[in-house]
């Protein structure tokens, strides 16, 4: 006969007292006595709750192996059995070496005396001292054995109460049960790190949904639930930003979506920032990019839109608000390295007079026009001189004073493209559910 197996083990085995509350601490602990609260409790108290279930499981296990049978987590309908068979083995072997006749009977049960008959209230069916043998393993009838099949149903449920509270501190799935929306439970045949959060109330069926991906909706009969993640704390509707995109976040893209493939978001979203008719006046989605819209109207909804958008913490504007682009008010100062300097007008190399008269002249104005022209560079407007005539026979220049002549400096820009922006890294804009 193969050996037993057991794969049952001791969780925090090493009991590291840093890492573990003692056992004053754990019996005054607000967590133990009132249960959990929003929030996080220390790892020390996981530590040690985890602990003491475990090492009561454990002792459990080992009683099992040791009565030849296996105690393995695979299948619970075996575990059971397994149990059962250990708990018949123990108590006959124990009762076989202390129990031979009715005397012995009377001094196990604390020195009371008790008659066949009295000893029949423990099954209701009528036996005779022979008929009793079978606590010491003698030969018994069918009819006889019945009282164990009675005290191993009652077994059964006490063990399975005991297996649910040593589980989990969350209730388990059951069968044929009514469930409202916010409902949690944990299902066996889902990964220890998963629960069961209810989105659509109803009655459970009567077999446990199977395994499912986190963020995945499971129809159970009436029920919808939704599969979420223990080490997943974030609320729904918060936003992170990431790298990748994780099981039961979706992309703050802008996206439209089924309200009833996330009810939990879409009653987010209606009880907070959520763009629709009902505001007077009514919100452009395209000024509030970071609230939801409501989609078709009936079926769909859409999500937050990050999507090129920087974001700018404020505790004085409408959270998800797009404020427009904007330049602020400043000056752009071209100055001289001296205080004062000349524009030079070129040299005249040939001989040339300079004619002015009392007319008003319009620099670089129109062919006929008297008065001398400069060149539109200079940027004159009009001006009267008396009449003087004067020959220039060698090479010479114009020297121009800036005072007397309005003009002006380009500052031409060297940026490039629509957007102004630092060096930056993209990162993604992701939203729980």
């Known amino acids: ?15 590291n007292p840093d890492t573990t509350m003692g ?13 959990v609260t929003v929030g996080r409790a220390p790892l020390a108290v ?17 009683m099992i192996e040791d009565k ?35 005397d012995d009977i009377n001094t196990w049960k604390e020195s009371i005396t008790a008659t066949p008959t009295e000893i029949n209230t423990l099954d209701g069916i009528t036996a005779d001292v022979n008929e009793l043998n079978i606590l010491d393993g003698v030969t018994a009838s069918t009819a006889e054995l019945n009282y164990s099949t009675g005290l191993t149903g009652n077994i059964q449920q006490q063990i399975n109460a005991i297996t649910g509270v040593m589980s989990s501190p969350f209730p388990t799935w059951n069968a044929s049960t009514p469930y409202a929306v916010g409902d949690i439970c944990i299902a066996s045949n889902f990964n220890s790190y998963k629960y069961l959060e209810c989105v659509v109330a109803g009655t459970s069926g009567t077999t446990m949904p199977s395994n499912a991906n986190v963020g995945q909706l499971v129809t159970d009969n009436e029920v919808k639930w939704l599969v979420c993640d223990f080490r997943d704390s974030a609320p729904v509707g918060a936003f992170r930003s990431d790298m990748v995109q994780r099981a039961g976040w979706l992309k703050a893209n802008g996206a439209e979506i089924n309200r009833a493939d996330y009810p939990r978001l879409w009653a987010y979203a209606v009880n907070n920032n959520l763009v629709n008719s009902s505001y007077t ?9 970071g609230f939801f819209g ?66 008003l002249a319009y620099v ?5 026009s008297s008065g001398v022209v400069y060149g539109n560079s200079y940027g004159l407007t009009q001006h009267s001189f008396t009449t003087k005539t004067n020959n220039q026979d060698t090479s010479h220049t114009h020297t121009i004073n800036p005072k007397s002549i309005t003009h002006r400096h380009t500052i031409n820009s060297t940026g490039s493209g629509s957007n102004t922006y630092p060096d930056n890294i993209a990162m993604q804009m992701y939203i729980k559910y």
């Not at 393995?72 to 059962?84: I, M």
């Not at 250990?86 to 006959?92: G, I, N, P």
């Open 294 to 359: 409501e989609g078709d109207g009936s079926t769909t909804f859409t999500l937050p839109n990050f999507e090129d958008y920087f974001v700018r913490y404020s505790f004085t504007r409408v959270s998800g608000h797009k404020q427009a682009s904007q330049m602020a008010s400043h000056t752009h100062t071209c100055q001289d390295h001296t205080d004062s300097h000349d524009h030079t007008s070129g040299n005249q190399s040939a001989s040339h007079k300079h004619q002015y008269g009392n007319d």
């Open 23 to 35: 056992d004053a601490d754990y019996a005054s602990l607000p967590y133990r006595l009132n249960g």
């Open 46 to 62: 996981h530590n040690k709750m985890y602990r003491q279930w475990s090492i009561m499981t454990k002792a459990v296990a080992d």
């Open 68 to 102: 030849g049978y296996d105690a393995l987590d695979s299948d619970l309908t075996d575990l059971t059995d397994n149990l059962k068979s250990s708990v018949k083995d123990l108590a006959r072997d124990e009762l076989s070496t202390e129990i031979t006749t009715v």
């Open 281 to 289: 006046p009514p919100l452009p989605l395209n000024d509030y990019p």
């Open 364 to 368: 670089g104005g129109p062919a006929g």
């Open 1 to 15: 006969m193969p050996e037993p197996q057991n794969n049952f083990l001791i969780f925090n085995e090493n009991n």
